[in-house]
């Protein structure tokens, strides 16, 4: 492929053999190989000049891509033998990049120390290109952005209160209860402040219920502290309050009726060739949180 595209690119079997370290008459034969391999004509040939056929100008497009590839892939080896550097900029949801993200972070970072990274988290939607990043990881169902994704582990929020609180008010059996309890209610979910449902599985079909509470905040952390302090019920990423359950902090409430869990996907740009360094990492987090 490398003579055939260095052919086509100096117009001259000399020129192409001077490159390769070989000669004329070896040049012939590599493309000859690749004709007689692909069973078509790649080149009309006369003694004074040569010039693409109609199949052989699709296919030199295509030799293009793959040895850009294969150059790539060189490089990434070449990283994995080096010690890798280089920076990368990632944008996350809050609550996902504390309780999911940095912890990989921090394990590729150990294994690659000279590497730079930004990670920016907020529960806003980010614009890949406008806000210059490499990598976004978004929740729930994607819209056609045409953007490269890779699906990872789907993010799953549970219900949980502190032993205290439910000794005072009871247990909910069934979503319904809810009405008669305090929910801890995250800000973000809804535009309109005025009106919040939670998502439940109630019969196999997934429903959103109004709830209702007296304390409302747009942070993650705030809520979960106030749900170990005894001031309701929250619902919140099960990593988030997995150590406080472990510590009997929170008990989980409602198992039989979790909302579906949300998909999760890791993003890039399908227009720029991603850096080796940004190879590794999509392929570690996939390896890693699939």
Known sequence: MEAFVLTVKTGSFVSTSVSLNTSPQM?????????????LKLLNRTTRSQHLTVFGKQYYQRCLLILAEIKETKILAQQFIE?????????APVSYGHYNLIPVIGRFMKRYPKLNIDIQLSDRYVDIVKEDYDIVFRIGQLNDSGLIGRKLKPFQLIFAASPSYLMQ?????????LKNHQCLIYQYVNRNKNDYVWPFTVNGKAVNLSISGSLQSNDTSALAIAAIEGLGITMLPEPMLNEAIKQDKLLPILQNYLPPAREVHMLYTADRQPLAIMKMFIEFVVDTMS
């Open 27 to 39: 040049v012939t034969k590599y493309i000859a190989f690749l004709e007689k391999h692909l069973g």
């Open 83 to 91: 010690e890798p550097k280089g920076r990368l900029r990632i944008s």
């Open 169 to 177: 008010n009871g247990v909910p059996a069934v979503p319904d209860d």
